[in-house]
Nanobody
Framework: VQLQASGGGLAQAGDSLKLSCTANHLNFADYIMAWFRQAPGRERELVGA????????YLSESVKGRFTVSRDNDKNTVYLQMNNLQIDDTAVYYC????????????WGQGTLVTVSS
């Protein structure tokens, strides 16, 4: 199983970025897909998740109203659309795949760095 995340980079506060994570060798539609992030010196935190068919999503309070998580099962890809980026959004973003809401992390991607400057 391989989860390949991409789309990170440098942004200014207020900008938008869209992260993608493509799964290989995974029955993609059987997994809830999630995005986590880890900022320097902080613990990894759940940012958002999307259900197997994409009908239900969850976003943490810190990003609700600014970020959107979605998926395309035909492309085995999950997305994190990040709008109105803030400096506190600076982190390494990881995608993950899990069979259930109790365990969202059966598999991890390698992470993509998002750096937001003022």
């Amino acid at each position: 199983v391989q989860l390949q995340a991409s789309g990170g980079g440098l942004a200014q506060a207020g900008d938008s970025l869209k992260l993608s994570c493509t799964a290989n060798h995974l029955n993609f539609a059987d997994y809830i897909m999630a995005w986590f992030r880890q900022a320097p010196g902080r613990e990894r935190e759940l940012v958002g998740a999307v259900s197997w068919k994409g009908g239900t999503s969850y976003l943490s309070e810190s990003v609700k109203g600014r970020f959107t998580v979605s998926r395309d099962n035909d492309k085995n890809t999950v997305y994190l659309q990040m709008n109105n980026l803030q400096i506190d959004d600076t982190a390494v973003y990881y995608c993950a795949a899990g069979k259930s809401v109790r365990k969202l992390t059966d598999y991890w991607g390698q992470g993509t760095l998002v750096t937001v400057s003022s």
